[in-house]
């Protein structure tokens, strides 16, 4: 009676091995470090002469580093302590001015355990020190942009169905829509007729005004909560991608509400580094290059040398119309390209206007806004500026429509093209509202009285378990440390992040771990009491404890499940910790102590426990 097959012994060991091996990246800590990348969508290298001249740069002003590790996205210093990370950072950003220059906090697990896939856990804002930012859309922006994208593709469906009009333009006087203006009322009708088949969520108004005859468009409220919609998810996607691409790690970007987001950057203590990689907010559009006899009607705008090319103002396709990108090679002419994929909107626009216009050229151009707070007699200020670049122009050589390929860059050139188009255009511009810094001397100290708080909860577990179930105490609190371990291992694997409502979770565990145990042998207990067999009431005690310890478990679970699908930031870490706390407790006080008790009881003649 009370033993385990060897197989069961062997998985055992087996997953406290693992677990433990995957916890183990947790104990090395963190260097201060700094980072730097390339500019967004400019052509910068991350190269062996960069790293010499950050080299240098830092020698002469005395600045001794720990090591330096290079990649092709990003240059990493690591430093000894956070003065030292604090001046270096001073010099590579005077010396690096081109680049981004961000303070970091860099991981020392060992290269072996990289190689395994094993990193530590990450780290939430109170924990690791960091940034945060509540970021505003501008909803008006994009519900005007979608207005100024109807108004185009207007224009095209009646030249197409050969409907003359006086004008199509946006309602600046009330609440905004489009006007469309026709002498009279037999065209009035058409286009009436022409836009209920082609857009079914607009809503259409007609308007008699002297000898004009018109229609007033508007967004029905059904599309407006869906452009919004649509608005908010491209613009959180969009900087997702953005941060991802600069080597940013672990951010948080999440949505608040219908019109706000939330942006966390653990680790990242330079705040306006952060403004800069996140307030300069971008967006791409595709136009024709104007012929000698279309300048009246277009529009200038500067190449990246400084020299001016006239382009139409109709705009061919925006960055939001683009679905993913990539730098290739043309096979026609063996040089770097960049390939391009819209979304079925954008191609059927593209192949139309492609098609027209095979053998002009056609250009890229990059908007970036930036948006800039600073101190004006005590209070703060936001500036906004925009800033426009025609970043590359290629003749038409044949109509297409979903896939094209940009071409006349360098390889340098069509790499960082192909960056900017992944990471997206934002549907609109948005603004900083609020911001907070947690330093890492203060996410340090959450940390210590975190660690803290579960060591001194755990040494009273453990010494309350001891004092009341001797032997068989022990054997528990063998079970509540590897608990704690498979727990962090698991939360290692899964990167997920790691705050303070998880620590509490963690908590939680230890106790919801050892009460388990306490159920199965005050059950043993009880089963001695009556007078049964020493193995016998180990067997009784483990069997009918289990139905128990499994209904209790399964309800906080369902309880833990719920707050992790309604709950947000940190109670969502609070969840995860939670669940994951009930799964490992549920194997290692049942199967990992019992596993234990039967190594030490099983097939043996006993005349009494020490329970």
């Known amino acids: 009676m009370n033993h385990y097959p060897l197989w069961k012994y062997l998985l055992i060991a087996a997953v406290i091995f693992i677990c433990g091996l995957y916890a183990l990246p947790n104990i090395f800590g963190e260097d201060p470090a700094v980072q730097i990348s390339p500019a967004y969508a400019r052509d910068m290298k991350i190269d062996q002469a960069l790293q010499e001249t950050a080299e240098a740069e830092l020698k002469n002003a005395n600045i001794s580093f720990i090591r330096v590790d290079r990649t092709p996205r990003q240059l990493l210093f690591r430093f000894k302590d956070t003065n030292t ?184 203590q330079d705040t306006a580094r952060a403004k800069e990689i996140l307030g300069a907010t971008a967006t791409l559009e595709f136009r024709l290059v104007a012929d000698d006899d279309e300048k009246l009607g277009a529009r200038s705008y500067k190449r990246r040398d400084g020299s001016p090319v006239m382009l139409k103002r109709r705009v061919i396709a925006t960055g939001d119309q683009i679905v993913d990108a990539a730098a290739t090679i043309d096979q026609r002419s063996g040089r770097p390209a960049t390939v391009v994929r819209l979304d079925n909107k954008g191609a059927k626009r593209m ?156 908590v939680l565990t230890l106790g919801m771990a050892v009460d388990a145990n306490v159920l199965i042998f005050e059950k043993i207990r009880e089963e001695i009491a009556n007078g049964n067999s020493p193995q016998n009431s180990i067997h009784v005690g483990y069997e009918k404890a289990f139905v128990t310890i499994f209904d209790a478990n399964i309800t906080t679970l369902i309880a833990a499940l719920m707050l992790f699908g309604f709950g947000t930031g940190p109670i969502k870490g609070f969840a995860i910790t939670l669940s994951l706390g009930i799964i490992t407790s549920m194997f290692t006080a049942i199967m990992l102590s019992r596993g234990v008790i039967n190594f030490l009881y099983g097939g043996k003649k006993l005349d009494k426990l020490s329970v």
């Open 85 to 268: 990370q604090l001046k270096a950072s001073t010099v590579l950003k005077e010396a690096l001015p081109k680049y981004v220059v961000a303070q970091n906090l860099a991981s020392t697990t060992p290269d072996w355990l990289r190689a395994l896939g094993a990193q530590a856990m990450y780290l939430g804002l109170d924990l690791r020190g960091g940034v945060h930012f509540l970021m505003q859309v501008d909803m008006e922006t994009a519900i005007r942009q979608d207005e100024e994208t109807y108004i185009g593709e207007m224009r095209t469906l009646f030249r197409e169905n050969k409907l003359r009009y006086k004008g199509i333009s946006r309602d600046v006087s009330g609440d905004g829509g489009i006007l469309v203006s026709v002498a009279d009322i037999e065209k009035r009708d058409q286009a009436k007729k022409l836009i209920e088949i082609e857009y079914d969520d607009l809503v259409i108004t007609e308007i008699n005004e002297g000898d004009e005859y018109r229609l007033h468009l508007a967004f029905t409220e059904k599309a407006l909560i869906e452009n919004r919609q649509k608005a908010l998810e491209q613009n959180i996607t969009t900087l997702r991608n953005r941060v991802n691409e600069l080597g940013v790690s672990e951010p948080v970007i999440q949505r608040q509400g219908d019109e706000r987001i939330v942006v966390q950057l653990p680790g990242v």
């Open 351 to 506: 192949l139309m206007i492609t098609r027209k216009n095979v053998g002009k050229p056609m250009a890229v151009v990059f908007m970036e806004y930036h948006i800039k707070t600073k101190e004006v007699d005590g209070k703060p200020v936001t500036t906004r500026s925009k800033s426009e670049e025609v970043i590359n122009v290629a003749t038409i050589q044949e109509e297409f429509g979903k896939n094209f390929q940009v071409t006349g860059l360098t390889s340098s050139e069509a790499n960082n093209l192909a960056l900017l188009l992944r990471a997206g255009a934002l549907k609109a511009p948005m603004e900083i509202i609020e911001e907070r810094t947690i330093g890492p001397s203060l996410g340090q100290e959450n940390i210590n009285l975190g660690v803290l708080s579960i060591m001194l909860g755990f040494l009273a577990v453990m010494l309350f378990m001891w004092m009341r179930y001797k032997t068989f105490g022990m054997v528990a609190n063998l079970a509540l440390l590897m608990n704690v371990v498979i727990l962090v291992a698991l939360l290692s694997l899964l990167q997920a992040t790691l705050t303070l409502p998880g620590m509490a979770g963690i």
